[in-house]
Every structure is written in C-alpha cells, then in structure tokens.
C-alpha cells in the first residue's frame, strides 16, 4: 500500500519543466507588446496569411531598391578616378564660355553635300587604247556591227584595211582577220613619193598629228623635220582623225538607153544603144517581196550607196518602174549577175548579185515586171538584193520608196 501511494504521489507531483513552459505559454495578456497584441488580433481576424504575403512583397521591394543604390554608389566610384585623370591630360579644367549670338556669320553659301557610298571594290578606270586589235569576222558580222563594238566609225573599218575590203563592205567575210584601230582614222604605209607633210595634208592631219601619235612608236627626235621626216618605207603609221576619199567600186552614172557606153567599163552585161521603149511613172514600189533590210543601208559615209533587201535564194526581183534595159549580166566590180534599167526620165535603178537574169539588154519592162532572182553572186556575205537608185548622183532609195 505504501508503493502504491508513492506511486500515486509521483503520478500527483508537479513537473518542474512543465511549470516552466506554463510560465511560458500562459504569459498574461497584459504583459505582451502592442505589436504582438496587434498581430493576434490580426490572426484571430483570419487575416494573417495575408499580411504574411504583403510583408513578403514588401521586403522583395525593399531589397531591390538597397541593390540598385549599391550598385549606382560602386561604378561612380570605379568612373570618378578615370574622369580626373582625363581632365589632368587634357588640359586646364577651366574652359571660357563663348556666347553664340556674339560669333559673326561665315558669309560662305551653303551647297548640298556629296552622298558617297561604300564601294567594295576598287574601280579602275580603262586607258584609252593605242594599239591596233586583230579581229577574226565571225558570221553575220557586218561592217557597222564590227565598228560598233569597238567604238568607231563604220568608215575606219574600211580605212583601216584596205587591202582586205578595197573600201566594198560587201567584201567582209567569216575569218577575215581585220586591223580594228584604237582611234577613228586612216591606217596607211608610208612609201615615200611626196613630203611626209603633204602626205599628212591629204589625210586632213598634220605630220605632228602622225608623228606624235603614241601607237605609232615614233621617237620625234631621230626623224629631223617633220615636213620631210625620216621614216623608213613600208612603215604603217595610224592617222587619227584622217580622212580621205573611197576608191569607187560601184556602177558608174548615165548608162542610159541613148548611151550606155559608159558600162562597158563595168563587164560583159553592157548593151548597145536603144531608141524609144517604156518610161518609168516617177513612183515606185518595192524590188522584192520583202521591204527590210538584210544588211546594209544606204550610208555614203561606208562607200555604200544602196539598200541591201532580206529574201531567199531563188525568190523574185521585180522591176522598181517601167523602163529599159541598160545592163544585163556578170558585172567585174562586186555586183555579180547584174541588171541596170533606165527609166527614160532621169532616173536609173540598179539590182546586183542576182542569182539568174530573166531580161536582157534592150527589153522594155513594166512597173513590178519579174527581171530575175536573189542570189549572193560577187562580193556578197549571203543572199539578198542590192538595190541602188540613180538621178545624176547616187539618191536614197527610202526617199523614193513608199512607206514599208
């Protein structure tokens, strides 16, 4: 019984750790802070959670802010030494305050500015050049073609090679290898004969203009005076700017009915003289059934006083007004199977290169009367019509022609 009441004692007896939290936890109300008093209120109030969150946001904010002020206070220091060392090089820190209204005006006009651009490469301009070019003709080339790629006149081509073309455009042929000048002119041998001044005066130059020209690799002072240098023979020279007249290739004036003597120069076509047959209306029409070029135009400037018409080997050629017959057959000058007719009124046509001859000497035709065939005989680069019209001197065909 005695254990038992002790064990009943030990059950009864206080704990000294549980008084001490009870002093703890059992703080009288009274004794605690506003603070703490405010925040239970605030809790009983189901509030608390709330303000749990605002506080946080709160101190996020807070923070932020102490970080960027830390952060502003650090580079002015790391920026402050480098700007006084600067002003120290620089020179004197103080600096004179001009006033702007007190600076007079520069009485200079203003003028818009250049835009330049960015270029990525570096452009260098062509020299001029002064040495003569080889050209192989290629097929189709022409005579104005050529002088267009290189830049010049169609007549420097001619000028330039002679002894190929005898100033016929209808001479140029595929694989003729031609001397392209660097300048418009002539290009000639010098053989002698009369003074090299005289000679520079037929070309319409001065011997300065020859002999000072850098492509002819001339020294001036080895060659005494210019009027009669000295220059051996056979010597080519470029004339630039030079100019003279074609050596004539083409069907005399005149030949007509009355007398047309003056062809016999020309081959074996001439006819004898024929008294009456038709006469020519003024007008006329088209020689061929085609009315565009194949070729060359008229252009006297290339020794070429014709219109060359497209069409076919074998199609018609027809007579351009009534008239007669002045020449028929083979012409010795480039025209090759050739008709001429005198229109008994001044004027005279002309159509070369004809592959066959349906009328001959003597014949009166009508005003688009068939009188042969196109064809590419003589001097010619292909098949078409060379078609020429004569009043006293050789005339524009499309003055005469109408409209195509």
């Known amino acids: ?13 206080p704990n000294p750790e549980s008084k001490d939290q009870e002093k703890t936890t059992d703080i009288p109300f009274r004794q605690r802070s506003s603070f703490t008093r405010w925040m239970d209120n605030l809790v009983g109030m189901g509030l608390g959670e709330s303000l749990l969150r605002i506080g946080t946001n709160l101190f996020s904010i807070i923070a ?12 002015g220091q790391a920026q402050s030494p480098l700007s006084k060392n600067t002003s120290q090089v620089s020179g004197p820190a103080a600096t004179t305050v001009v006033d702007i209204g007190s600076i007079p005006a520069l009485d200079v006009p203003i003028v818009d500015g250049i835009s330049r651009s960015a270029q990525i490469h570096t452009n260098v301009p062509s020299r001029p050049r002064q040495e003569i070019t080889i050209y192989t003709v290629q097929e189709g080339d022409t005579v104005f073609g050529i002088a267009e790629k290189f830049g010049l006149e169609p007549q420097t081509i001619l000028w330039g090679n002679y002894n190929i073309l005898q100033d ?10 031609l001397n392209i000048l660097p300048v418009d002119g002539v290009y000639w041998e010098w053989l002698g004969g009369l003074t090299f001044g005289s000679w520079a005066e037929f070309y319409g130059v001065t011997a300065a203009d020859i002999i000072e020209y850098p492509g002819n690799h001339i020294d001036p002072n080895t060659i005494g005076d210019y009027n009669n240098a000295n220059i051996k023979n056979g010597t080519w020279l470029i004339i630039p700017n030079g100019k003279r007249e074609f050596v004539s290739w083409s069907a005399p004036l005149g030949v007509t009915r ?21 006469v020519g209306y003024g007008t006329y029409v088209y020689p061929t059934n085609k009315r565009y070029l194949s070729g060359f135009d008229f252009s006297p400037e290339t020794n070429h006083f014709g219109v060359d018409f497209a069409g076919n080997e074998g199609e018609g050629v027809y007579a351009a007004d009534a008239g007669v017959v002045v020449y028929s057959g083979w012409n010795d000058y480039g025209y090759g199977n050739m008709i001429m007719i005198d229109h008994g009124n001044g004027f005279q046509s002309l159509y070369a290169h004809l592959s066959a001859v349906y009328r001959g000497c003597g014949q009166s035709v009508g005003q688009g009367e068939g009188i042969g065939a ?17 009043a006293g001197s050789k005339v524009n065909p499309w003055s005469y022609l109408p409209p195509p």
């Open 1 to 13: 019984m005695m254990k038992t009441m002790q064990n009943d004692f030990k059950e009864d007896a």
């Open 64 to 75: 932020i802010v102490i970080v960027i002020v830390l952060v502003q206070a650090f580079y």
């Open 168 to 177: 016929n455009p209808h001479s140029l042929r595929p694989s003729q290898e």
């Open 258 to 278: 009355e007398n047309p003597a003056s062809a016999r120069v020309m081959g074996a076509g001439a006819c004898d003289p024929v008294s009456g047959g038709a």
């Open 374 to 390: 196109i064809g590419s005989t003589g001097r010619s680069s292909g098949a078409h019509l060379h078609f020429e019209l004569m």
